[in-house]
T-cell receptor, first 116, second 113 residues
Framework: AQTVTQSQPEMSVQEAETVTLSCTYD???????LFWYKQPPSRQMILVIR??????QNATENRFSVNFQKAAKSFSLKISDSQLGDAAMYFC?????????????FGSGTQLTVLP | NAGVTQTPKFRILKIGQSMTLQCTQD?????MYWYRQDPGMGLKLIYY???????DKGEVPNGYNVSRSTTEDFPLRLELAAPSQTSVYFC????????????FGQGTRLTVV
């Protein structure tokens, strides 16, 4: 079974600064997807960014980018020019390429505070 | 386009009571899921369905039941509520295929007292 570990329960960043959230995972599969989800106080799960394991190029979405290190099984999220609206719980998630369910396996989350 | 709709948003149950959490999606997605999120934790899979009439257990199925009679609906049933079932419950759906995104409902906060 796959596991996802987020070792930073809480992080804080000054507005306009850059912050990196860490995620490691364990799997024996070679093909899979990795995701970062944002959960603001509204509880809504919002997809921030995704990475396909077979792609070597790191995914980017505006101010959000990832550092995907497949051999190290590491998938960190970098938020540049942090904004107050970025404050939320962030979850790293894994999804297998194969199998029937396509379910997500989540880490325990990192609570991000943005300081004005 | 409503996406994934969960009802109710909040509920308080007494120990031993039963209830059904409703989930419906209007995106014609084959895959549907129920997750629970305990305080300070990530989401854990309770049950999933790959199509109407097909359901299977996830990581934490004990104390729950599901059915999938239509593509749109995937209700979650709690038969004898216990304090350990106090959690936030999320329903999600996705299309069939590899590179597909999961869409989540807004969650149901359930408290068992």
């Amino acid at each position: 079974a796959q596991t996802v570990t987020q070792s930073q329960p809480e992080m804080s960043v000054q507005e306009a600064e850059t912050v990196t959230l860490s995620c490691t995972y364990d799997t024996s599969e070679s093909d899979y997807y990795l995701f970062w989800y944002k959960q603001p106080p509204s509880r809504q799960m919002i997809l921030v960014i995704r990475q396909e394991a077979y792609k070597q190029q790191n995914a980017t979405e505006n101010r959000f980018s990832v550092n995907f290190q497949k051999a190290a099984k590491s998938f960190s999220l970098k938020i540049s020019d942090s904004q107050l609206g970025d404050a939320a719980m962030y979850f790293c998630a894994y999804r297998s390429y194969s199998g029937s369910a396509r379910q997500l396996t989540f880490g325990s989350g990192t609570q991000l505070t943005v300081l004005p | 386009n409503a996406g994934v709709t969960q009802t109710p948003k909040f509920r308080i149950l007494k120990i031993g009571q039963s209830m059904t959490l409703q989930c419906t999606q209007d995106m014609n997605h084959n895959y549907m899921y129920w997750y629970r999120q305990d305080p300070g934790m990530g989401l854990k899979l309770i049950y999933y369905s790959v199509g109407a009439g097909i359901t299977d257990k996830g990581e934490v199925p004990n104390g729950y039941n599901v059915s999938r009679s239509t593509t749109e609906d995937f209700p979650l049933r709690l038969e004898l509520a216990a304090p350990s079932q106090t959690s936030v419950y999320f329903c999600a759906s996705s299309k069939q295929g590899r590179n597909t995104e999961a869409f989540f409902g807004q969650g149901t906060r359930l408290t068992v007292v």
